[in-house]
């Protein structure tokens, strides 16, 4: 039995059985979607009951086609996580390392630009949002500083 702060929690919404990113950063993340100027609209096309993940379609602005991002909980995202990543999560996609502490495989990078895949944390994906090949982007957390 689910303890009785749990279960409040789970009713309000605010915990997700399976999924580990703390409330906020969904909240967060679907604030900033709200506000970005090149996104026209966005849905979470995971399943709520039946998945661990946190899918969203990204619709945009400008002619610039739709992303389905995935929001990882991983504190580390591995290669092997990305080999195992959500079916939903093919070319054209972003995977946003949602958790501010975490981090990822540099040598994702280049593997997932192969596949047309963009990766990076949540500024990452405000920026790549502007481009149409955002797997080409390179955010600031991958710029080397002269």
């Known amino acids: 039995m689910m303890p009785l702060r749990l279960n409040w929690l789970r009713q309000k919404g605010l915990f997700e059985v399976g999924r580990n990113l703390y409330y906020t950063i969904p909240k967060y993340l679907e604030n900033a979607l709200d506000n970005h100027t ?10 709520p009951k039946n998945d661990d993940d946190f899918i969203y379609l990204i619709k945009r602005n400008d002619g610039l086609s739709d992303i389905i991002l995935h929001a990882s909980d991983e504190y580390f995202y591995s ?17 946003l390392i949602a958790r501010p502490e975490a981090g990822y495989d540099d040598a994702i990078v ?7 895949i963009s990766i990076g944390k949540f500024s990452a994906l ?5 481009k149409e090949e955002h797997w080409n982007y390179v955010p600031k957390e991958r710029r080397e500083e002269n």
């Open 38 to 47: 090149k996104v026209r609209s966005w849905k979470r096309i995971d399943h």
């Open 126 to 130: 405000m920026g790549a949002l502007y």
């Open 79 to 95: 290669l092997t996580d990305y080999f195992q990543k959500p079916a939903q999560i093919s070319e054209g996609a972003f995977i």
């Open 110 to 116: 280049e593997i997932a630009q192969s596949d047309q």
